[in-house]
């Protein structure tokens, strides 16, 4: 008899529909049930090695028939397949009937003794008497909200989406923010309702509108668009949604110490309880900051066009200040934590706030700063009187924005908050521009009265690597400035005057927990290699001095990448042979010994050089920069290549050139190189020769003559953030394309593994220094492509280390080959994160 396997993403949903099969097919069908994930499978969620195992027990002659419910489990299954024996794989069937009915009908034909091609054909159709019984022929329109205020749309046809939200927390900040973008590429009307919780239809293209939605996880949204564009529009939006608007997983929270607590026990009236949202402990005398509210004048505006332009002025300066600050955080604490600031930017072009302010300023005369505040307080007040509090919490996002702008009215710096004293930090909330200008090396404890785990200064302190408690009572705000407190990461607690026995205490806690951090950094000095004993080589990318330094302190096995421009940016003439020669020679030492590769100057174009004479250029990504301008710069290049050649004499250099499009400009420039190694040799300068000399893969053309030019050099290092932007024809700053850029494509994977097997073929190495060499997802699959060194941010080495000896290189190699077969680059992720979660834990 064929034997049937459950596969759902709950186990009570799973083992429930085992009862109700059994009522109808008997108990003679043997059923399997492979659902949810962790380690008592009581979580949500699937797992392709429990899938293989389930199988593998009710592994029948006459077949298996596997149903699975939606999404990842389906991808699990079909990972599930791959771990199984050949011969039971042969016996398996895939049914993609809806699982309930569907698991019904399939008992049923089971235990009538039916082949698993005829129980999965009466699965399939099982779904038909429903649909009769509610004489369902097409699907009916969904009830059109009207919003109040916001004028029925007049010409053409309305069409009409309804779609389920299945991300993590809904349309907050970041999903609203790529939500609002997408809707606004499009000529269309475009709104949204909440169907689930009835309210009214709202703008798609304001965040603020968006978010008073209160749409959450779960909840149904309905989508209406009419206008020229409104087709695509809602095409769009449909994919952003099911593709979960990017976002891998629920947001992280704090993961417990493997330090152990040793209890502290003061009276209960000396301690402050809250939510313990970033590890550590820390004991300090307090420090209350109070966000002194900017001021706003109180005149009339005469002249309202002035006060307009004003407030625009203002809104472009503080947008640029944000977007500053975006590109600042990526590097403390990487582009998650730091694309709220993108949310941020959003705000400042909100359609809703600029026109309540707009209409304040003409129609009352209110000045900028008064009309701005009036408009961003309504949104405030609508935020605050939500339900949901991660929702709530964006309050403070719109506050934060605000406040910037009314600063930058005014004429007031934004306070850098600096300290002099060791303090723990106590305040209602910090908004992300206050969290990012905290003075880090005095503030050993963050205490916060509103915040959750998910609010954003809580994912900044956990980035940041600082203690931190939220929600904690009103009754802190009274313990005077400068009092002694205990603040405990791991249990969410203050205590206030903890006495000499609980300081000590605390004090012995903390030097553990840094020697915790401290010993789980120090494993990144030990090799990376996998469980097989494939080495790694695991290097950091480096813009500077200061980033040579932090990448040897992270364990870098090298330097993949050394980014030259940072000598000739920021400049009014050319950097010297002897500047660029000490600057890179301090970097060759700083790595004692490990390999540095220097990759000669990738600006123009796009990034022009106010000495050099460039034509301007249409499409300046496609233009004279890299390789292509040091060709064309002679004395530029000449210069360059002798303070490399010359700083590797006693430091361990290699040589790389960006943008090769070509074998022609390879030909050059290793010429090229040739003449200056002849030019210091008849001068008699000490220098490195033969020096190593590879080149980037970041143009499609590159990749595909991977063949052609791997005899030409000594490595390739893939660029993938260019690869990808190439590939993809999508540029890769333009926040609308994210969906594109992706290097996860499998349309990237399989040029990245043009090139590996070009270069394995010819006997070179190949590495990868874009982004995608530091995501953990992307390891197990550039592994078993190939790759053999990963270039990436110094702070991502630790992890990336770790994930390398988790692996043997036939897992990798299959997850490569899964996700060559992927269809686009979410499924990729997806698959990459099922696969992580079935390596042991090592
Ligand atoms: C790349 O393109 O992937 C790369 C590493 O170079 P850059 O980011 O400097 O263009
Ligand atoms: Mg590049």
């Given at each position: 008899m064929v034997s049937l396997v459950l596969v759902s993403h709950s186990k009570l949903l799973a083992e429930s529909l085992v009862n109700l099969v059994r009522q109808m097919a008997g108990e003679e069908v043997k059923i399997g049930v492979a659902a949810g994930a962790g380690e008592n499978h009581d979580?949500?969620?699937?797992?392709?090695?429990?899938?293989?195992?389930?199988?593998?027990?009710?592994?029948?002659?006459?077949?298996?028939?596997?149903?699975?419910?939606?999404?990842?489990?389906?991808?699990?299954?079909?990972?599930?397949?791959?771990?199984?024996?050949?011969?039971?794989?042969?016996?398996?069937?895939?049914?993609?009937?809806?699982?309930?009915?569907?698991?019904?009908?399939?008992?049923?034909?089971?235990?009538?003794?039916?082949?698993?091609?005829?129980?999965?054909?009466?699965?399939?159709?099982?779904?038909?008497?429903?649909?009769?019984?509610?004489?369902?022929?097409?699907?009916?329109?969904?009830?059109?909200?009207?919003?109040?205020?916001?004028?029925?749309?007049?010409?053409?046809?309305?069409?009409?989406?309804?779609?389920?939200?299945?991300?993590?927390?809904?349309?907050?900040?970041?999903?609203?923010?790529?939500?609002?973008?997408?809707?606004?590429?499009?000529?269309?009307?475009?709104?949204?309702?909440?169907?689930?919780?009835?309210?009214?239809a709202v703008s798609a293209k304001s965040l603020n509108a968006l978010a008073t939605l209160g749409a959450l996880h779960g909840h149904q949204i309905q989508i209406q668009a009419q206008g020229d564009q409104a087709a695509e529009a809602l095409q769009a939006l449909a994919k952003l949604v099911e593709e979960r608007f990017g976002e891998a997983a629920a947001p992280p929270q704090p993961t417990p110490s493997a330090v152990p607590a040793i209890e502290p026990q003061p009276s209960d009236e000396h301690i402050l309880r809250g939510l313990p949202v970033s590890e550590g402990v820390a004991v300090a005398p307090i420090f209350h900051y109070e966000s002194l509210p900017p001021l706003i004048p109180d005149y009339q505006a005469k002249d309202t066009a002035t006060e307009w332009q004003k407030l625009q002025g203002a809104l472009e300066k503080v947008r640029r200040a944000i977007l500053e600050r975006q590109r600042e955080m990526v590097n403390r604490v990487g582009?998650?934590?730091?694309?709220?600031?993108?949310?941020?930017?959003?705000?400042?072009?909100?359609?809703?706030?600029?026109?309540?302010?707009?209409?304040?300023?003409?129609?009352?005369?209110?000045?900028?700063?008064?009309?701005?505040?009036?408009?961003?307080?309504?949104?405030?007040?609508?935020?605050?009187?939500?339900?949901?509090?991660?929702l709530k919490q964006r309050a403070v996002d719109v506050q934060d924005v605000g406040n910037q702008v009314l600063r930058e009215l005014s004429g007031e710096a934004h306070e850098k908050i600096v300290f002099q004293e060791p303090v723990i930090l106590v305040a209602d909330d910090l908004t992300p521009t206050e969290t990012a200008s905290l003075d880090l090396e005095r503030v050993q404890g963050i205490a916060l009265l509103s915040g959750g785990a998910t609010s954003h200064s809580a994912i900044l302190a956990r980035s940041l690597g600082i203690p931190a408690v939220t929600g904690l009572p009103m009754r802190i705000k009274q313990i005077p400035q400068q009092t002694p407190v205990a603040l405990d990461g791991f249990k969410g607690e203050v205590l206030i005057q903890p006495d000499e026995r609980i300081r000590q205490e605390f004090e012995a806690r903390r030097t553990r927990w840094l020697e915790e951090k401290q010993r789980l950094l120090a494993s990144t000095h030990q090799a990376a290699v996998t469980r097989d004993g494939l080495v790694i080589e695991v290097a950091a990318n480096v813009g500077n001095l200061t980033d040579a330094q932090t990448a040897v302190q992270n364990g870098a096995d090298g330097v993949g990448l050394l980014r030259t421009e940072f000598l000739f940016l920021t400049r009014q003439t050319a950097p010297t042979e002897e500047e660029q020669y000490q600057a890179i020679h301090q970097i060759g030492l700083t790595l004692q010994g490990k390999p540095v590769i220097v990759r000669t100057l990738d600006v123009g174009g796009d990034k022009p050089l106010p000495y050099i004479n460039q034509q301007p250029e249409a499409n300046p990504f496609l233009g004279v920069r890299a390789l292509r301008l040091s060709l064309q710069q002679p004395h530029l290049f000449r210069t360059q290549l002798r303070a490399i050649l010359r700083a590797g004499a006693d430091t361990y250099l290699r040589i790389m050139f960006p943008m090769v499009a070509s074998i022609e400009e390879v030909h050059q420039a290793n010429q090229f190189l040739q003449k200056v190694h002849q030019e210091l040799q008849e001068e008699g300068l000490p220098h490195r020769w033969p020096i190593e000399t590879g080149i980037m893969v970041e143009i499609p053309s590159a990749a595909v003559l991977a063949d052609a030019l791997a005899p030409h050099v000594a490595f390739f290092s893939i660029g993938t953030n260019d690869l990808t932007q190439y590939t993809m024809a999508a540029e890769r700053g333009n926040p609308q394309l994210n969906y594109l850029n992706d290097a996860l494509h499998p349309a990237v994977l399989r040029l990245i593994g043009e090139v590996t097997a070009a270069a394995e073929t010819h006997g070179i190495w190949v590495g990868v220094c874009g982004e995608l060499a530091g995501d953990p997802l992307a390891v197990p699959i550039l592994i078993g492509l190939g790759v053999r060194e990963l270039s990436l941010n110094a702070a991502g080495i630790p992890r990336v280390k770790a994930v390398v000896r988790n692996l043997t290189t036939e897992q990798a190699k299959q997850a490569a080959r899964q996700a060559l077969a992927c269809s686009n680059a979410q499924e990729v992720r997806e698959m990459a994160a099922n696969f992580l979660k079935t390596l042991p834990e090592k």
């Open positions: 979580e949500f969620g699937t797992d392709a090695t429990q899938i293989a195992q389930v199988i593998q027990e009710v592994d029948s002659p006459e077949g298996i028939v596997v149903l699975m419910d939606l999404g990842s489990a389906i991808l699990s299954a079909e990972m599930a397949l791959e771990l199984l024996p050949e011969d039971v794989r042969s016996r398996v069937h895939f049914c993609p009937a809806p699982l309930v009915e569907g698991a019904i009908a399939a008992g049923v034909q089971a235990s009538l003794g039916n082949d698993p091609q005829t129980i999965c054909r009466e699965a399939c159709q099982a779904l038909q008497p429903k649909a009769e019984q509610l004489h369902f022929s097409e699907p009916a329109p969904a009830p059109a909200a009207v919003e109040e205020g916001v004028p029925a749309p007049t010409a053409g046809e309305i069409h009409t989406i309804v779609l389920e939200l299945t991300n993590a927390h809904g349309l907050h900040a970041r999903p609203a923010a790529r939500f609002v973008q997408t809707a606004s590429r499009f000529k269309a009307d475009i709104r949204v309702a909440n169907l689930t919780t009835g309210s009214a582009e998650d934590e730091a694309a709220i600031f993108e949310a941020h930017a959003l705000l400042l072009s909100d359609e809703e706030l600029l026109e309540n302010a707009r209409m304040l300023i003409e129609k009352k005369h209110y000045n900028a700063a008064r009309a701005w505040k009036e408009s961003v307080d309504t949104i405030i007040a609508r935020f605050q009187a939500l339900a949901d509090d991660y």
